[in-house]
C-alpha cells in the first residue's frame, strides 16, 4: 500500500514562531498535498504540486507556505504561527490529478500554538 | 465556490444494523466522488470512488451515485463495531486538479 509519512507526530509551538511540518512518500507519486483538519470543517486543501520545485494554492493558502524540494518530499510552513492554525495537519499524494485519482493519506502531525 | 455537503452530522446504528451516509456537490463540472474513512488517531483512507450512476458494491459497502441531482450516498449493511469512524465525501475542486471534502459523518455503532 502507499506509503505517506508526516513529522514531527505532534508539535507545540509559540506564538510568532516558525513552524516547519514535513512529508515523505515512497509512492513515486507526483502529486502532493496539504490539508488541515478541524473540527467542524473537515478537511480544506492548502497547498498542492504536481512537480518538484513548483507548489500551488489550495482554498486556505493565507499564513502558509510550501515547498517540494524532490518528487518525494513536501514541507509545509508557518513563518508566523498564530493561534488560530492550531490544527491537525495531513500530507496527501496521488497518482494524477486528484480529480481521478485516489489520495493516500499520512498519520497527520497535531500543530498547538500557544 | 463548490460546496460539498454531508448529512447527517452524526449517526448511532446497532451493530448488525445499517448506516446510510448522504452527501451532495454543487459542482456539475465532475460528477463523481469519493468516500474515505477516518479512524481516530489516523488518517483518512478511501473506501471506494464512484464514477457511474447507479450503485457500487464493495463487501458490506455499497454507494449509489444520482448525477442529475449530484447526490451520493453510502450505505454500511451489518455494521460493525470497527465501522464506528468519521466518514468523508470528496468530490473534484472546480479545477480538477484537487479533492474537496465535506465536513464528515460521525459514524457510531452500538454492541
Known amino acids: 500500500e502507499a506509503a505517506v509519512t508526516q513529522s514531527p507526530r505532534s508539535k507545540v509551538a509559540v506564538t510568532g514562531g516558525k513552524v516547519t511540518l514535513s512529508c515523505h512518500q515512497t509512492n513515486n507519486h507526483d502529486y502532493m498535498y496539504w490539508y488541515r483538519q478541524d473540527t467542524g470543517h473537515g478537511l480544506r486543501l492548502i497547498h498542492y504540486s504536481y512537480v518538484a520545485d513548483s507548489t500551488e494554492k489550495g482554498d486556505i493558502p493565507d499564513g502558509y507556505k510550501a515547498s517540494r524540494p524532490s518528487q518525494e518530499n513536501f514541507s509545509l510552513i508557518l513563518e508566523l504561527a498564530s493561534l488560530s492554525q492550531t490544527a491537525v495537519y495531513f500530507c496527501?499524494?496521488?497518482?494524477?490529478?486528484?480529480?481521478?485519482?485516489?489520495?493516500?493519506f499520512g498519520s497527520g502531525t497535531r500543530l498547538t500554538v500557544l | 465556490q463548490q460546496k460539498v455537503q454531508q448529512s447527517p452530522e452524526s449517526l448511532s446504528v446497532p451493530e448488525g444494523g445499517m448506516a446510510s451516509l448522504n452527501c451532495t456537490s454543487s459542482?456539475?463540472?465532475?460528477?463523481y466522488f469519493w468516500w474515505y474513512r477516518q479512524h481516530s488517531g489516523e488518517g483518512p483512507k478511501a473506501l471506494m470512488s464512484i464514477f457511474s450512476d447507479g450503485d457500487k458494491k464493495e463487501g458490506r459497502f455499497t454507494a449509489h451515485l444520482n448525477k442529475a441531482s449530484l447526490h451520493v450516498s453510502l450505505h454500511i449493511r451489518d455494521s460493525q463495531p470497527s465501522d464506528s469512524a468519521l466518514y468523508f465525501c470528496a468530490a473534484p475542486s472546480n479545477s480538477g486538479t484537487y479533492q474537496r471534502f465535506g465536513t464528515g459523518t460521525k459514524l457510531q455503532v452500538v454492541p
Open positions: 459542482d456539475r463540472n465532475f460528477q
Open positions: 496527501a499524494s496521488s497518482s494524477g490529478t486528484a480529480s481521478a485519482e485516489t489520495l493516500y
